[in-house]
């Protein structure tokens, strides 16, 4: 390992210019002429648009335009897709509802679209806004995704009857019931998986901007695939064909996948930049990223796991009913289905499976995912019914689960998965050293002294990263493939520009990439740039989530890289003179068994440039390759962590003591980007678990629609975390990456949940486990379970 | 935020007559809260007067038995102040949880004082400890000066020059965070005073600061955390929200009074 190729914990190229302010977000790009965009949103859930009276507005001081649903209407403007098609078990397609990127004659949720302001100024825009009269008809709104489907509620969209978009299920039926005829304990579990907003710290901003004398639009917009989101708006929505539309993604601070997503917004700014003629730009508030950014999971679950009389599981049954919000947002549908259900087998080896999803639409914000997307919400149910299957049965949680664990690959699980590589027992192992489970006792009876009551909680997790074969995704409904692309270009004096389809909104890929690439070139890491985010630059990409940018995006990379040096190598033939299948490289040197000359990657680079040893016809000048990197498997990354907790039942007040995370993510392109990742997934995972919790009340007004109310997890509220890795190289693409992205955010709420229903002695409490949840929880008396 | 006048007077006077002259203008004591209403366009005021610059509204000082804090002092100038520290140590304590280290160096005693939100710290300190608002006009007693919610009994042109607090002969403040704002979900501060015991709740009540008259009578029996152990609170008086039900924050009084005491 050199000091900065793979496996070296580089300090991040790009924090120089984020730490001292340089960055360039989508909020600080100004373009001449430009105008600001405000929307008016629905105050209300559910209602009728009778009448929207937009004159007074249009004669306020600056404002430049006013338009409704009507104009979008005109202009042939199309509505905002969901790109992933799932059958219900009848075999009839979803049943989805139009998502106009402007009301048309109804609200769906409070912060729906209904006009857009354009104004000379942000101040302006807002006095206009404000003289936008809507005459709304309320109408009863659906809010709960439990009685959503119940008849009597409100109908959302006339296409899905009793707002139920589809019932989806995945399974042996069949097996799963003959199982549980067999069992001798089943455990039961009702969980509610928390609605969460993802609230990234760069808001969600946009610039539309038309240029009438190439007749073509360019959006700078905060995405993490601006391919895609270029696709999307040429060819469902028509703003321009793809080759006259720019879409540029700059710094963005932070998706979590929220920024996926294609939204009314930027489609809204392409659309008025053309039709007024100058640049006009929208940047969100924090209120209507509260309102308006897709929310992450929210669902409603019922699980039984059966066991026979030796503690080995038979069979998993459950039920659930997704929460899809009042549209389907781009991806919503494929997240509670084969992000979920797939991964319900866990790290275990479970004969029979059956789950049943219903998608339901409500009058909330839609939700997509969210960090983890589908395999938290997979992960919270299959650890909670481990663990409360071992308390119920009198076994270890630990002992309970190795004596199910998966121990040989590849491992077909019967939910489409194939597991290929892992070692579960390693994880376990070591996190149970690290935890000192074997201290537990000691330290539960030092924490009843002072009052006290400590629980400890296990999480043994999997997740499906590297999302995706794009021909396994596409026989599951998915609209697109799921490969990436990568172009390795090297410049005379032998720099180099790495092109990429992936995109780094905080992952580091500035650092990450370029050491593959300086590692794989033989050169320095300062000589190698990573450029990303521009549809101008890179031809194509899918951009970043699901852990994919390492495992996919650098897999191409590294396919580009590699051609580079097959035809470096051919250069290097012509100017040593000797034949090409001499030439060696190694460490940046080309060398031959024929000759004691050699040449470094930067000669090799002139050389191919300025074409002097080497006629047009014998080869082509220039050094630049492209590659497509498409996956044959996703990959599995896993791990143990565990999480220590005390309880001061007088307040309710939960404080994690320890926390401690054996990680496999496979290869480790730089360990100290990773340690980052699982520390930020771990308080995503905590703030779950005991902070965060959008509530709608009944009416589906938002009561946790700023930080006043929504508890984002703080530094104060976390451990030191203990890391530690075990590794199985990935055998499905040729770096041995796993991904790591969302790892922390899959493990941790089991884990805290585990915690502290081992302290109170009992399981009832849902998450978010606030103080006043625990409060609560610890009036109640303990279950007396099997083993005491 | 709308368009407004910005004002920035060098004294109390001046303040006073800026006010006088214009009939919808805010005082701007640090403006954790006035300001953040104003960008959401919650709270339109035509003219602001920023009292930041008034030197005679800042220092801290020991007169006599009596701890005197300017309006303009940050919580954080209090929070550091070795005078208050050994003066009236909690009170230090109190300035030092309020907020965030943001809003302690912005946000002022005056402020806070000022505003009287039912969940803000001093408020519940002001009244255990007995203290007494002085504004440009008249002394008015903390028993006196908190009329509820966001209430208080400064009238019209009325600017708040200093608070000054008897030394008692002993203060504690104990506060269950709200998890979100940080503000108290429930805050008790105790003092045995010249006058005798005082308790005072902030965060919990659901007019606001209240003086607890049954913690009052079990710690004048004896001052310790064991005295409080039979008390109750009436959960019929208590704000309820997510984040905490009247029960909780009931219980929560009792807990965080012992904790206060202890």
Sequence with gaps: ?788 | MYAFQYHRPQSVADAAKLLASNSEAKLLAGGHTLLPTMKQRLAAPKAIVDLARIAELKGIDKKGNALVIGAMTTHAEVADSAIVRSAIAGLAEVAAVIGDPHVRHRGTIGGSVANNDPAADYPAALLALGATIATNKREIKADDFFKGLFTTALQDGEIIARISFPVPAKFGYAKFPNPASRYALVGVAVAQTGSGVRVAVTGAGKDGVFRHTAAEAALGKGWSAQALSGLTTDANLMMSDIHADAAYRAHLVGVMARRAVA
């Design chain 1, 1 to 788: 390992m050199s000091a900065t190729g793979i496996g070296a914990p580089v300090r991040r190229k790009e924090d120089q210019r984020f730490i001292t302010g340089k960055g360039q977000y989508t909020d600080d790009i100004n373009r001449a002429g430009q105008a600001y965009a405000v929307f008016v949103r629905s105050p209300h859930a559910h209602a009728t648009i009778k009448r929207i009276d937009t004159q007074a507005a249009a004669k306020s001081p600056g404002c430049l335009a006013v338009y409704t649903g009507a104009d979008i209407a005109a202009d042939k403007v199309g509505g905002l897709i969901c790109g992933w098609m799932i059958h219900s078990k009848d075999g009839s397609p979803m049943k989805a509802g139009a998502h106009p990127v402007l009301a048309q004659g109804k609200v769906r949720y409070v912060g729906d679209h209904v006009a857009v302001v354009i104004g000379e100024t942000l101040a302006q825009a807002r006095d206009a806004a404000e003289r936008v009269t809507v005459d709304y008809e309320a109408l009863p709104a659906v809010v709960d995704v439990a009685t959503a489907q119940s008849a009597g509620q409100a109908q959302i969209h006339a296409e899905a009857p009793g707002n139920t978009v589809y019932q989806w299920h995945l399974g042996d039926k069949a097996a799963v019931e003959a199982a549980f005829g067999n069992a001798k304990h089943v455990t039961k579990i009702d969980l509610v998986n928390n609605r969460l907003i993802p609230n990234a710290i760069e808001p969600r901003a946009a610039i539309g901007e038309y240029d009438p004398g190439q007749d073509s639009l360019t959006l700078h917009t905060t995405s993490q695939n601006p391919h895609v989101a270029r696709l999307v708006l040429a060819a469902f929505i028509g703003l321009a064909p793809e080759h006259k539309l720019r879409v540029i993604a700059p710094d963005v601070g932070g998706g979590f996948g929220s920024k996926i997503f294609i939204y009314a917004e930027e489609v809204v700014c392409l659309w008025a930049a053309r039709k007024i003629g100058r640049p006009v730009k929208w940047t969100g508030d924090r209120t209507e990223a509260f309102l308006a950014d897709a929310h992450g999971r929210d669902h409603v679950t019922t699980a039984e796991l059966a066991l026979d009389g030796e503690g080995k599981i038979l069979a998993l049954r459950v039920k659930t009913k997704a929460n899809l919000g009042s549209y389907l947002s781009t991806f919503a549908s494929s997240v509670p289905t084969y992000l979920y259900a797939p991964l319900l087998s866990g790290q275990y080896n479970i004969p029979a499976i059956y789950c049943e999803v219903d998608g339901v639409y409500t009058n909330t914000a839609p939700v997509d995912a969210y960090r983890g997307a589908g395999r938290p919400e997979a992960t919270f149910v299959v650890e909670r019914l481990m663990e409360v299957a071992a308390r119920q049965t009198g076994r270890d949680p630990a002992e309970f689960r190795r004596k199910n664990f998966v121990t040989s690959f590849p491992h077909a699980t019967p939910v489409i998965m194939t597991y290929d590589a892992g070692d579960y027992e390693a994880s376990m192992r070591k996190a149970l050293e690290l935890a000192d489970y074997a201290g537990l006792p000691a330290r539960k009876a030092e924490s009843a002294k002072k009052g006290m009551k400590r629980g400890i909680g296990f999480s043994a997790y999997i997740e499906a990263c590297g999302i995706a074969p794009s021909q396994a995704v596409g026989s599951l409904g998915a609209g697109v493939g799921l490969w990436e692309s990568a172009e390795v270009r090297v410049n005379p004096t032998g720099s180099v520009e790495v092109l990429t389809g992936s995109h780094s909104h905080g992952q580091g890929h500035e650092t990450t990439f370029a050491q593959l690439v300086s590692q794989r070139l033989g050169i320095p890491i300062d000589q190698v740039t990573v450029v990303h985010g521009d549809t101008d630059k890179v031809q194509f990409g899918m951009g970043t989530y699901g852990s994919r940018s390492g495992a996919v995006g650098m897999s191409a990379i590294f396919k580009a890289a590699d051609k580079v040096i097959v035809k470096a190598k051919k250069v290097a033939g012509f100017v040593l003179e000797v034949p090409e299948e001499s030439v060696d490289f190694k460490d940046g040197i080309f060398s031959s068994t024929a000759t004691n000359k050699t040449l470094t990657f930067p000669e090799v680079a002139l050389q191919a440039y300025i074409a002097h040893k080497f006629s047009g016809a014998q080869l082509e000048p220039g050094l630049k390759e492209g590659a497509f990197f498409d996956p044959t498997n996703f990959t599995f990354p896993s791990g143990v962590h565990i999480c220590e907790l005390e309880i001061d039942p007088e307040t309710g007040t939960t404080r994690i003591d320890r926390w401690t995370a054996v990680d496999d993510f496979g290869t480790l392109v730089n360990p100290m980007i990773v340690e980052g990742q699982v520390h930020g997934g771990v308080a995503q995972g905590v703030g779950q678990a005991m902070l965060e919790g959008a509530v709608y009340d009944r009416n589906g007004q938002l009561i946790t629609a700023s930080f006043m109310d929504y508890t984002m997890p703080r530094a104060g509220d976390l451990p030191s975390i203990k890391i530690a890795m075990t590794s199985t190289p990935c055998p499905s693409n040729p770096l041995g990456i796993k991904g790591c992205g969302e790892a922390g955010a899959i493990a941790a709420p089991p884990a805290v949940i585990n915690a502290i229903t081992d302290a109170l002695g009992h399981e009832d409490i849902a998450m978010p486990a606030t103080p006043l949840a625990v409060w609560r929880a610890a009036q109640k008396s303990p279950t007396k379970m099997a083993a005491e």
